[in-house]
T-cell receptor, first 108, second 114 residues
Framework: GQQVMQIPQYQHVQEGEDFTTYCNSSTTLSNIQWYKQRPGGHPVFLIQLVKSGEVKKQKRLTFQFGEAKKNSSLHITATQTTDVGTYFCAGIDYKLSFGAGTTVTVRA | DVKVTQSSRYLVKRTGEKVFLECVQDMDHENMFWYRQDPGLGLRLIYFSYDVKMKEKGDIPEGYSVSREKKERFSLILESASTNQTSMYLC?????????????FGPGTRLTVT
């Protein structure tokens, strides 16, 4: 069945630096979604990507869907303390399958 | 705003007890989901429902059952709780419109089975 792998599992970032988290699927996806879970909170929807090669931006966050629709990435520029949390990708073929998440900590 | 509520934030039960976790959403969503979240494993789908009285197994249904008697309410049942069911349980809902797969999550129930 569909598997969604996410790397890295942990990302320790100096405030102001950039980082990227990656999501890879074993199958071609129809859509991919990204969620953010703050410490002690629940996952909150960030964005959905649908088209091959699609790139979307939300302020300092850039989301990309691969050409083959089997991978995606989230790039954060100029990391801030408010970016702390776990970022999940979720791939859709006939159901939504979540990756294990990338947990981000920020050094001030 | 969509609101998904869960009956308890924290729950402690003994091995062998029957456990009910309740989830209610107020947006008339057709689809509802139960996940468990464990460190390093992400969110794993237990069961989902796309309509009243309908249910489908997810990736890890063993040891669980569900009930959906009303559209707004989706219950997760642990027939005989075991220690390996200690976890964070998250309920989610979404509209049935195929163009929108955004899921709205409840606050979660942290269940400890001793």
């Amino acid at each position: 069945g569909q598997q969604v792998m996410q790397i890295p599992q942990y990302q320790h970032v100096q405030e102001g630096e950039d980082f990227t988290t990656y999501c890879n699927s074993s199958t071609t996806l129809s859509n991919i979604q990204w969620y953010k879970q703050r410490p002690g909170g629940h996952p909150v929807f960030l964005i959905q990507l649908v088209k091959s090669g699609e790139v979307k931006k939300q302020k300092r966050l850039t989301f990309q869907f691969g050409e083959a629709k089997k991978n995606s990435s989230l790039h954060i520029t100029a990391t801030q303390t408010t970016d702390v949390g776990t970022y999940f990708c979720a791939g859709i073929d006939y159901k939504l399958s979540f990756g294990a998440g990338t947990t981000v900590t920020v050094r001030a | 705003d969509v609101k998904v509520t869960q009956s308890s934030r924290y729950l402690v039960k003994r091995t062998g007890e029957k456990v009910f976790l309740e989830c209610v959403q107020d947006m008339d969503h057709e689809n509802m989901f139960w996940y468990r979240q464990d460190p390093g494993l992400g969110l794993r789908l237990i069961y989902f429902s796309y309509d009243v009285k309908m249910k489908e197994k997810g990736d890890i249904p063993e040891g669980y059952s569900v009930s959906r008697e009303k559209k707004e309410r989706f219950s997760l049942i642990l027939e005989s709780a075991s220690t390996n069911q200690t976890s964070m349980y998250l309920c989610a809902s979404r509209t049935g419109t195929i163009s929108s797969y955004e899921q709205y999550f409840g606050p979660g129930t942290r269940l400890t089975v001793t």
